[in-house]
C-alpha cells in the first residue's frame, strides 16, 4: 500500500476511535488565583517583594503557618485556619522546588524580621525516599487546572496538608515505555505537612495511598490529598495518543514494549488490582476510573493498582504469553503478594480469558499435527508458539471482572473498518522468520485464509476466528469467580446472533455474556462502559463486597 494511501486511512480510522480525543490539558493557575482567604491574598501581596530571596519567602511563610496551627491550637475545627495552612504548605514546598534548595540535606537558616530565625529540614521516611527527592522535583497540586475526556471527576479529600505532586526530573522518563517500566510513576502524589517544635520546622512529604490520618498539634487529623492531579498531569505530559495508534497500527515496532507496572509503591498488605486495556487503547483509558475508586477511603486502604500496557496490534495470546512472564517477575519480586484481582476492558478480557484457562494441548492440535518437539522449528519459533497456544490457569488471580470484554469477537472484525484496520496492521510480527515457520507447519485447515502472515489483533476478533472458537469451547478454572459488565446503547435487540443484536456499538451482547458470572450488569453505555459512572460504580461495588 503506497504510504500516503495508509496515512490517510491511519487517520480515517482515528477519527472513527474514541481515544483520539484530548485526554487531559493542564493549566497552571497563578498563585494570585489560588488564594481564597484575605489573609492569603495579604500574605501573597508580602512576599513578592522578595521574589528573589528565597529563604526571606520560607520565613513568612513559616510565620504563616506556624500563626494557623496556633489558632489550630484552641479551635481545632477552624476550617479558616486549616486552609491558611495548608496554603502556606504549598507555597513553601514551590519555593523549595523553585530556588532548588536541598533541606533533606541540611537544614534552611530562615531569618524572620517579625518572630527571628526558624530552622527547616526535610527528614525523609526512608532512603528511598531520599534518593527519589534528587530524582525529583515537587510542584504544589493546587496550581493546577485540567481538562480533558480521561480527566474525571475532580474530588479532593478534605484534611490537614498541602497536595503536591513529585514529577521524575529525568526527561527520558517521559517516554511512555520507560516510565512504565519503572519501580515509580513520573508522576506521583504526596501531601506536606510541616511540624513545628519551637523554633525547628520539620518539613514530612507523606503518601496519602498508605496513611489516611496524621498527628499534628497533639490531634489526629485527616491527611489530605489529590489523587486526580498525579494520573491527569500524566495525561496531559505523555503523547499517549500517539503510543495507542503506533502500538495498532504498527505493532511490529513494539514487540517488546509490553509492560507490567505498578501506580504506586508495593504494600505486601494490600490487593493488587491488575488494569488491561482493550484495543486502540492504554492505560490512560483507566485514569477516572482509578481517579474515582481512590477516593474512596476502604478502597484505597485494601486495594493497590497495577497495570498491563501492551501494543493492541498484536495477537492477544502473545500479550496473554508476555503478560504470564511478567506475572511471574512480579511474584519472584514480591513473593508474598496477594492474589491478583483483574479489571479487564474489551480486548483485554481476552487477554484475562487466557489467564484462568488451563489449554492442555488442545490449541495447539488445533493448528499442528505434531508436537513442539517433532517440529523442525527454530528455538525462538518454538518459544513464541508453545507460550501462546499451551499454557495453564494462573494459581494467583482471585477473581475477575469483564468489562465490554470481546470474548467471542465481534462483526465490526469483517466490517469496512474491521477490514481496513486489519489491512494497515498486517503482519503483527517483526521477526519474518517466526511467521514463515508457523504458516509451513500449519495444518491444511488451519492456514490463514490465504494470508501471508499469522493473525493479527483484529483478524483474530472474527467470530468465526478457529483461535476464539476453540478457546472458548475450553472451561474457566474452577474456584475463580468473575463478573460481567455489559455496556447496551439502549437500542434494543435480541441478546443471541439474530438481528437485531443487542449492542454497545461494538461488541455484541452474546459475545461479552458469560454463563456461570457471580454477578451481570448492563448498563445503557456505549463499549466505553468503564468510563460510564454505573460502570464505575459497579467496579467499586465488587471491590468492597469481595
Known amino acids: 500500500m503506497q504510504k500516503p494511501l495508509h496515512q490517510l486511512l491511519v487517520l480515517i ?29 495579604d500574605l501573597y501581596k508580602s512576599t513578592k517583594r522578595f521574589s528573589k530571596q528565597p529563604h526571606k519567602q520560607l520565613a513568612l511563610y513559616l510565620d504563616a503557618a506556624n500563626a494557623a496551627r496556633l489558632r489550630l491550637v484552641t479551635h481545632p475545627q477552624n476550617t479558616v485556619a486549616l486552609v491558611d495552612y495548608n496554603f502556606a504548605t504549598s507555597r513553601i514546598v514551590e519555593i523549595i522546588s523553585e530556588a532548588n534548595l536541598r533541606p533533606w540535606e541540611n537544614p534552611l537558616g530562615c531569618e524572620s ?36 475526556k480521561l480527566v474525571g471527576e475532580h474530588i479532593l479529600k478534605e484534611g490537614l496538608g498541602a497536595p503536591v505532586i513529585a514529577i521524575a526530573k529525568d526527561a527520558s522518563l517521559k517516554e511512555f515505555s520507560k516510565y512504565a517500566k519503572q519501580g515509580l510513576p513520573m508522576f506521583y502524589g504526596l501531601t506536606a505537612v510541616i511540624q513545628f517544635k519551637g523554633r525547628n520546622c520539620e518539613l514530612q512529604l507523606i503518601d496519602p495511598l498508605a496513611k489516611e490520618n496524621v498527628s499534628f498539634n497533639g490531634r489526629s ?3 489530605a490529598a489529590d489523587f486526580q492531579a498525579p494520573l491527569a498531569l500524566t495525561l496531559a505530559d505523555l503523547d499517549l495518543k500517539k503510543v495507542e495508534l503506533s502500538g495498532m497500527f504498527s505493532p511490529s515496532k513494539h514487540e517488546n514494549s509490553a509492560r507490567l507496572a505498578q501506580l504506586q509503591p508495593y504494600d505486601p498488605s494490600k490487593t493488587p488490582v491488575l488494569f488491561i486495556h482493550g484495543l486502540g487503547n492504554s492505560p490512560a483509558t483507566w485514569a477516572p476510573m482509578i481517579n474515582y475508586l481512590r477516593n474512596d ?15 493492541t496490534g498484536v ?22 503478594h496477594k492474589d491478583i484481582l483483574v479489571v479487564a476492558h474489551s480486548l483485554g478480557g481476552n487477554i484475562t480469558r487466557l489467564l484462568i484457562t488451563d489449554s492442555g494441548m488442545k490449541l495447539w492440535d488445533k493448528y499442528f499435527a505434531q508436537d513442539p518437539s517433532d517440529i523442525p522449528f527454530h528455538e525462538d519459533t518454538r518459544k513464541f508458539l508453545s507460550e501462546s497456544l499451551i499454557f495453564k490457569a494462573r494459581n494467583d488471580i482471585s477473581r475477575v ?27 503483527p510480527l517483526a521477526e519474518d522468520q517466526i511467521t514463515e515457520e508457523t504458516l509451513e507447519y ?3 485447515e488451519a492456514k490463514a485464509m490465504g494470508k501471508k502472515h499469522l493473525p493479527n489483533s483484529v483478524e483474530i476478533l472474527n467470530p468465526e476466528s478457529p483461535f476464539l472458537l476453540s478457546v472458548n469451547a475450553l472451561p474457566i478454572k474452577p474456584g475463580i469467580p468473575y463478573h460481567s459488565l455489559i455496556g447496551d446503547r439502549g437500542k434494543g435487540g435480541n441478546l443471541d446472533h439474530t438481528k437485531p443484536q443487542s449492542s454497545d456499538g461494538i461488541v455484541p451482547y452474546w459475545s461479552s455474556h458469560l454463563d456461570g458470572a457471580q454477578s451481570e450488569l448492563v448498563i445503557p453505555s456505549e463499549h466505553w462502559s468503564i468510563l460510564h459512572p454505573l460502570g464505575m460504580a459497579e467496579v467499586k461495588r465488587i471491590l468492597k463486597k469481595y
Open 315 to 336: 495477537p492477544y495470546p502473545t500479550n496473554a504469553a508476555i503478560l504470564r512472564t511478567q506475572l511471574d517477575q512480579m511474584k519472584k519480586r514480591y513473593p508474598g
Open 297 to 311: 477511603e476502604q478502597v484505597r486502604r485494601r486495594y493497590q493498582f497495577w497495570f498491563f500496557s501492551y501494543p
Open 113 to 148: 524580621d517579625t518572630s527571628g530565625q526558624w530552622s527547616l529540614s526535610l527528614k525523609p521516611a526512608h532512603q528511598r525516599q531520599a534518593d527519589n527527592l534528587n530524582l525529583y522535583q515537587l510542584s504544589s497540586a493546587d496550581r493546577y487546572d485540567f481538562k480533558g
Open 13 to 41: 480510522l482515528c477519527l472513527l476511535l474514541p481515544a483520539c480525543s484530548h485526554y487531559s490539558k493542564a493549566r497552571l493557575r497563578p498563585i494570585s488565583k489560588v488564594t481564597v482567604t484575605a489573609e492569603q491574598k
Open 442 to 444: 500449519l495444518r491444511p
Open 221 to 223: 487529623y485527616p491527611l
Open 401 to 427: 471482572i469483564f468489562a465490554s470484554s470481546s470474548l467471542r469477537g465481534s462483526n465490526d472484525a469483517t466490517n469496512f473498518v474491521g477490514r481496513m484496520g486489519a489491512k494497515l496492521i498486517g503482519n
